[in-house]
């Protein structure tokens, strides 16, 4: 047992772990963005995938990983836009028109991928993101290679949530965009554009999903597949919630979540463990449900999320 | 010398919502200085107008002008930079926040931060000003009613308001707060600031403003000074358009006691939760609940209604104990229930009428039988209902959100009544009822305590509560404060017991 | 300045109930034909070929039946649910749940051949009913997003199928991760002979009418509308709304899972990881496309199992990428969405000076 042990928790099992992290808490803060605005954006799942898929085929035909990025993110804001006019302008059930931009955006995804790069036989690939170590902070033993070794967009991540912290509770803008999923009204009577704020917080949202797809694709496959987001987008989801709608405790939700991911592919690897590997797959599904049964009776949603708000409305 | 130039001008206001004309050919003017009065019954289109001033509604004609200029008012941004203040019925707050956050919210910041210190500051000179002092820091959630509005008022302040519309400010308060906000209106209108005062309380009305506006139906039907001969009653009169006769209610010797709550006490959370409260409804009995709302009667409501359980005490209907009680136990017993928010707790406005009226009996004859629906029963009860109580509506397969206010609270009525129960709790009955509506609401209470039937009025207008009432109880953080017999019962004394001051006759 | 501006109706007009889905499949079209051009096909060949393929011989419209077999079941399923606001998105795994029962229950030996279909039947429905009980549970006790749940169960279900394919139940016979063929007498009769025809097409078809009777003519079916449109107001009237949504989750589970049963029963004669290629998500698509009616759920699955097999063929014949047919559903869905907006509201134009 001891062994298993000490054959898993390796430094670079806790790099992997920190790897894993990154895509989960770009999607997480953008989705975060979004339902503090007081849009649940079920598109997540969808618009990560376009976004993998654009973000790829760009990076791809460019040559360059950063314009591939860009592309994404434009792929993002643009689904963000498409979900701001179902929900906010229509005002549209934001359960359905989640569904359908997830619906959409995954078929559009196979359709354009195919269209681009038809069936081959080998799938087309890219070089992948490469690891930056920081200069002095990557020797710290221990510490340096699981932090300080990675992509350039982990450590994005890393500066990510402190900075989505500071600007939902600092500045003028996250202020209102707290105000309108709490009370739009409120927001309304003083002077607040409701719709604009809510279509910039989707817009957000969008980009950040999109970079989180392109990190997939890009960084951790290094190629597109039909498979490549996996529900990811829902355990998102599922992260917000379990981290109540805090940028901090989401990320360390999203920590968790990669600890439990990074354990069970050491322990698909693991040749003592006889367990079909499909169980391991299982598990984080199943403890993000667990996860989410723990808290949600206490958890305290933005009071006006899911409602659409219309000024004229009798 | 000319006339000093208006402060506000609105000319020709009209609005239409669908078929509804809300506002026709409205004028209305504001001196430096004038507290005005704006009168009217519910839908007489007051809030319409106020709305449209704010730039929460666009009119469809007409123009407004601020110090002699016109203005274009499209949202509420604008109306704010024009000196436009807007105190809503409904405060316009975040619970979530602190007082401090709910001040800054759509301003502008310091170099892209939040500009706390300069807030807080100013806050500081407005509570030094008007004596409307607040703590910065505590969650408004945590906030009295009273400290909430006073909070809308130091919002409107703090971002520059010159007009300052309140809409029913007194509804949530005691007589004794309403008097510290009319302190601080008048000496907001001694700097030179204009007030808006909606109200349907004349005696509110009479007390504080300089001048009153009347509307009905969406029209201007009067413009007066408010001068010490014009009359409440006159008021009444060119509000409603006709003479007000209190309902007959015949001397009657109460019966059995039907209702009984004894020591009953709540703990659920986040409510205020009810404490000792004993009392008793006998039958042609109607009992008044009178109290700032947010005292705990929703909670009364609500164990009554079978909706929230006891955790001490005891609940009898009839003289006998109910242990375990719900909402099918108690209409079982013969609860009828009308519920405070009867569009989303009463009925299903989405769903055809017919829908709501069956609700709470589907699963039983005669409705139902072994699951099965019996379309005809069903239909041929709706239709007498509607027939009954002479509800406007277009045959049971309307879509219940179509119907009036009134005739929403009529098919409730029907609903409820239609089983003859023999209590029949009543939660703000008649909220946003026009006249005719109140009148008859308030004849089918008298009808039930005629036949000896139990109701429990529970009102926010103490109005309602003096008319019907053969007691009133007083409630104040979720106790009784105190029961009176209607002939000791006035005004004052219920007003003191409402802000939790013990009866001291 | 001409502003458009939503106004509420107080009725829909009967005409727009109909026309509304096919206003939408139309913008839908109009909206992916773009895609079609950008594949360099010709636009109209393409669609002839998506639409016409399906039906152009006896055979092939019988075969659009039969793929339209599963897809009734799960419109029928997810229409249920969403009637109460239980929000579903788990038809596929309850699919995936059923055709595991039925496929265990049909290779089980001992049994008496007439009792295979009603065994197969019932424990498909029951597995599938109980499957879709999990977010309906986590959603009454401990309030969480059924949403979220539904959907992550589906990849829980999914995970355990194929794992149980790889392990204990493969069979031993056959190469890929496939559960042994369940018995040839438990197979469910062809209708019709020389086609795959089976009695579970007909069941979708009858399940269809069925459902309908449920939801407007049992108390039931009332309350699970009532607690939908308004779980307040129906507490409030005595309704147990917990139990309606478990009485929901279990109907829409079932009816899902019997999607399964007649895959396993009356066409793959075992369950392999491919069985569900997304049945599930289709049936939200159909079943806001039929307005949650389970009558109008048969033609839009029709519809659906039409362009399912027509895209195959345009795609062999003009090269537009098979996946135009998953554009369709997902834009499909969202055009619905909006045109559901004119049943409560008309556009007014209002022209400001």
């Known amino acids: 047992m001891d062994e298993i042990l000490a054959q898993i928790f390796q430094i670079g099992f806790f790099a992997a772990m920190i790897r894993i992290a990154t895509p989960l808490i770009f999607a997480t803060i953008g989705e975060l963005f979004a339902e503090r605005a007081g849009v649940l954006n079920l598109g997540i799942e969808g618009i990560m995938l376009l976004s993998a898929m654009v973000g790829f085929s760009a990076a791809y035909f460019s040559g360059s990983l950063w314009f591939g990025i860009a592309a994404a993110m434009a792929a993002g804001v643009l689904s963000g836009m498409l979900m701001g006019l179902l929900t906010v302008t229509l005002g549209l059930s934001q359960h359905v028109s989640g569904i359908g931009v997830t619906l959409l955006n995954s078929g559009l995804a196979f359709f354009l991928y195919r269209l681009i790069f038809g069936q081959p036989s080998m799938p087309p690939n890219i070089v992948a993101f490469k690891p930056v170590a920081i200069p002095l902070l990557s020797e710290i033993p221990v510490i340096g290679p699981i932090l300080f070794n990675h992509h350039a967009l982990v450590y994005a991540a890393f500066i990510l949530v402190p900075l989505a912290a500071f600007i939902l509770f600092r500045t003028p803008w996250g202020l209102n965009l707290r105000t309108v999923g709490e009370n739009p009204h409120a927001a309304d009577g003083a002077g607040v554009n409701v719709a604009a704020t809510r279509y910039q917080a989707l817009m957000l949202s969008g980009a950040l999903m999109g970079v989180a797809g392109a990190f997939l694709s890009m960084a951790q496959f290094n190629a597109f597949t039909f498979g490549v987001i996996s529900g990811r987008g829902w355990v998102c989801i599922a992260l917000v919630v379990f981290g109540q709608w805090s940028p901090w405790r989401a990320a360390g939700g999203a920590l968790l979540f990669a600890l439990i991911d990074a354990l069970q592919l050491r322990l698909q690897a693991n040749s003592y463990i006889d367990v079909p590997y499909q169980v391991f797959l299982m598990m984080p599904f199943v403890l993000t449900i667990v996860g989410m049964a723990l808290v949600s009776r206490n958890a305290r949603a933005p009071a006006a999320l899911l409602m659409p708000f219309r000024k004229e409305e009798r | 010398m000319s006339a000093p130039t208006p402060l506000l001008a609105m000319r020709g206001i009209g609005k239409r919502f669908g078929a509804v004309q809300a506002n026709r050919d409205v004028d209305l003017t504001l001196l430096p200085g004038d507290i005005l009065g704006l009168l009217g019954e519910n839908g007489a289109g007051k809030t319409t107008l106020m709305n449209i001033l704010f730039g929460t509604y666009s009119p469809d004609e007409g123009r407004i002008e601020i110090d002699g200029r016109p203005v274009e008012i499209h949202n509420s941004a604008a109306a704010i930079a024009h000196g436009v203040g807007m105190v809503h019925q409904h405060f316009h707050l975040v619970p979530r926040h602190t007082v401090l956050e709910n001040l800054l919210v759509g301003r502008k910041g310091r170099r892209g931060l939040l500009d706390k210190a300069a807030a807080a500051k100013r806050l500081e000179e407005i509570g030094r000003h008007f004596q409307l002092v607040l703590d910065p820091d505590r969650l408004v959630g945590e906030l009295t009613i009273g400290e909430q509005q006073r909070l809308e008022i130091i919002k409107a302040l703090f971002s520059g308001a010159r007009i300052l519309i309140l809409d029913e400010p007194t509804a949530a308060l005691t007589p004794q707060e309403a008097d510290g906000l009319f302190d601080a209106l008048r000496a907001m209108a001694a700097e030179g600031m204009g007030v808006i005062f909606i109200s349907h309380k004349l005696h509110e009305v009479r007390a504080i403003t300089s001048h009153v506006m009347v509307m009905r139906l969406g029209?201007?039907?009067?413009?007066?000074?408010?001068?010490?001969?014009?009359?409440?009653?006159?008021?009444?009169?060119?509000?409603?358009?006709?003479?007000?006769?209190?309902?007959?209610?015949?001397?009657?010797?109460?019966?059995?006691?039907?209702?009984?709550?004894?020591?009953?006490?709540?703990?659920?959370?986040?409510?205020?939760?009810?404490?000792?409260?004993?009392?008793?409804?006998?039958?042609?009995?109607?009992?008044?609940?009178?109290?700032?709302?947010?005292?705990?009667?929703?909670?009364?409501?609500?164990?009554?209604?079978?909706?929230?359980?006891?955790?001490?005490?005891?609940?009898?209907?009839?003289?006998?104990?109910?242990?375990?009680?719900?909402?099918?136990?108690?209409?079982?017993?013969?609860?009828?229930?009308?519920?405070?928010?009867?569009?989303?707790?009463?009925?299903?406005?989405?769903?055809?009428?017919?829908?709501?009226?069956?609700?709470?009996?589907?699963?039983?004859?005669?409705?139902?039988?072994?699951?099965?629906?019996?379309?005809?029963?069903?239909?041929?009860?709706?239709?007498?209902?509607?027939?009954?109580?002479?509800?406007?509506?277009?045959?049971?397969?309307?879509?219940?959100?179509?119907?009036?206010?009134?005739?929403?609270?009529?098919?409730?009525?029907?609903?409820?009544?239609?089983?003859?129960?023999?209590?029949?709790?009543?939660?703000?009955?008649?909220?946003?009822?026009?006249?005719?509506?109140?009148?008859?609401?308030?004849?089918?209470?008298?009808?039930?305590?005629?036949?000896?039937?139990?109701?429990?009025?529970?009102?926010?207008?103490?109005?309602?509560?003096?008319?019907?009432?053969?007691?009133?109880?007083?409630?104040?953080?979720g106790r009784i404060m105190g029961i009176l017999p209607i002939a000791e019962a006035d005004v004052r004394r219920v007003g003191l017991m409402m802000a939790g001051m013990a009866d001291a006759a | 300045m001409i502003r458009m501006r939503l106004e509420r109706r107080d009725s829909t007009p009967a005409w727009l109930n109909l026309a509304l889905p096919v206003l939408a499949v139309l913008a839908t079209l109009v909206l992916c034909s773009g895609l079609v051009a950008m594949a360099g096909a010709n636009v109209w060949t393409a669609y002839s070929k998506l639409f016409l393929s399906a039906l152009d011989s006896r055979s092939h419209i019988v075969e659009t039946f039969v793929k339209a077999a599963p897809l009734i079941f799960t419109g029928l399923a997810v229409a249920v649910a969403f009637r109460a606001k239980f929000w579903n998105i788990g038809a596929e795994g309850q699919l995936l749940a059923g055709a595991m029962a039925a496929a265990f229950i049909g290779g089980r030996e001992g049994l008496p051949a007439w009792s295979m279909a009603p065994l197969m039947i019932m424990a498909g429905g029951l597995a599938g009913g109980l499957w879709a009980c999990v977010p309906a549970i986590l959603k009454t006790r401990y309030k969480v997003d059924d949403v979220v749940t539904s959907l992550l169960l589906n990849f829980v279900i999914f995970y355990a199928m194929t794992a149980l394919l790889d392990g204990p139940w493969k069979d031993p016979l056959s190469g890929y991760p496939d559960s042994p063929d369940i018995r040839m007498d438990a197979e469910f009769p062809i209708l019709l002979e020389r086609t795959r025809l089976h009695l579970g097409v007909l069941l979708a078809l009858l399940a269809a009418p069925a459902v309908w009777w449920i939801m407007r003519r049992t108390s039931l079916g009332f309350a699970i509308r009532a607690v939908g449109e308004n779980p307040v107001a129906s507490r409030y009237a005595g309704i147990g709304t917990g139990a309606v949504i478990m009485m929901t989750a279990l109907l829409s589970g079932a009816l899902a899972g019997l999607a399964g049963v007649g895959e396993v029963a009356g066409l793959h004669f075992q369950v392999m990881s491919g069985i569900s290629p997304g049945y599930g998500y289709t049936g939200i698509v159909i079943a806001m496309l039929a307005r949650l009616n389970p009558i109008g759920v048969v033609p839009a699955a029709l519809f659906f199992a039409v362009i399912v097999t027509g895209a195959e063929s345009m795609s062999r014949a003009t090269g537009v990428p098979v996946f135009l047919a998953e554009v369709i559903q997902g834009a499909a869905l969202l055009t619905m969405l909006v045109a559901l907006l004119f049943t409560s509201y008309r556009v007014r134009i209002a022209r400001h000076g």
């Open chain 2, 219 to 477: 029209e201007v039907v009067a413009n007066l000074e408010n001068a010490p001969e014009v009359s409440q009653a006159h008021l009444a009169e060119l509000m409603c358009g006709h003479e007000l006769t209190p309902p007959l209610k015949p001397e009657k010797q109460p019966g059995r006691p039907l209702l009984q709550l004894r020591d009953a006490a709540t703990d659920a959370a986040g409510r205020t939760n009810l404490a000792d409260i004993s009392l008793e409804i006998r039958a042609g009995e109607i009992l008044g609940i009178a109290g700032v709302s947010g005292n705990g009667q929703r909670e009364l409501a609500e164990v009554v209604a079978g909706m929230l359980p006891l955790s001490a005490g005891s609940l009898a209907i009839d003289g006998a104990a109910v242990p375990q009680p719900s909402a099918t136990v108690m209409q079982a017993l013969g609860v009828g229930r009308i519920p405070e928010d009867r569009m989303g707790t009463g009925l299903i406005t989405s769903l055809p009428l017919s829908d709501s009226m069956v609700l709470p009996r589907i699963g039983a004859a005669p409705f139902s039988r072994h699951g099965i629906l019996d379309r005809h029963a069903i239909r041929a009860f709706v239709e007498a209902q509607i027939e009954r109580f002479g509800i406007k509506a277009d045959g049971p397969e309307i879509r219940a959100g179509t119907l009036s206010g009134g005739n929403l609270q009529k098919a409730l009525l029907a609903r409820e009544l239609a089983w003859d129960p023999l209590v029949l709790l009543a939660a703000q009955p008649t909220r946003g009822l026009d006249v005719g509506a109140t009148r008859f609401v308030h004849e089918q209470f008298l009808d039930l305590r005629a036949r000896d039937r139990a109701v429990l009025l529970i009102s926010e207008d103490l109005e309602e509560i003096f008319t019907l009432s053969d007691r009133i109880a007083v409630m104040y953080e």
